[in-house]
């Protein structure tokens, strides 16, 4: 019989127009893609013994029930990228609040740098901490902190 894998997992979510990175607005989201980002996530989880699950939607609900399962199964964290949402998702945010999980949000570009609607998140009200403006090294950053909180 195979042996299971008890590595941690942590889900990974990105939020709307995340799967357009590197061929929109590169000035403000880089030109980076989000499979290398992906791809990079991947190498950082593998070295700490961490099991990844990575899924992006364009849908409010669905980006919802992607947080409602993680708290029925092996998930352990939630680094999360809400994009848009993070500005208006009530239901993620009180998504969010209702697993109880470590939670990390991070976003590429500095949020507070850019049009005022987008200096107020109600992710991070209920996250242990949001990673802001360093582009893909947010990802990165925030990975480390919630394998540190969950290890």
Do not use: C, W
């Not at 099991?51 to 947080?67: A, H, P, T």
């Not at 470590?102 to 850019?114: A, C, D, F, M, W």
Request: hydrophobic residues 40%; positive net charge; charged residues 25%.
């Amino acid at each position: 019989m195979p042996k299971k894998n008890k590595h941690k997992k942590i889900l990974v979510l990105h939020g709307p127009n995340l799967n357009m990175l590197g061929k929109r607005e590169k000035n403000v989201y880089g030109k980076i893609s989000l499979e290398k980002i992906n791809a990079e996530l991947k190498k950082l989880a593998k070295d700490s013994n961490i099991d990844l699950e990575i899924k992006q939607s364009n849908i409010e609900g669905e980006i919802v029930n992607f947080i409602q399962k993680a708290s029925r199964g092996r998930i352990k964290g939630i680094l999360i990228n809400p994009a848009a949402y993070t500005h208006t998702s009530v239901a993620i945010r009180d998504a969010i609040l209702a697993i109880k999980l470590p939670t990390v949000e991070v976003h590429l570009s500095n949020i507070y740098q850019r049009e005022e609607f987008r200096h107020k998140s109600l992710i991070a009200p209920v996250s242990m901490g949001q990673i802001t403006g360093f582009g893909k090294d947010s990802y990165l950053l925030g990975l480390q902190a919630l394998i540190k909180a969950i290890t």
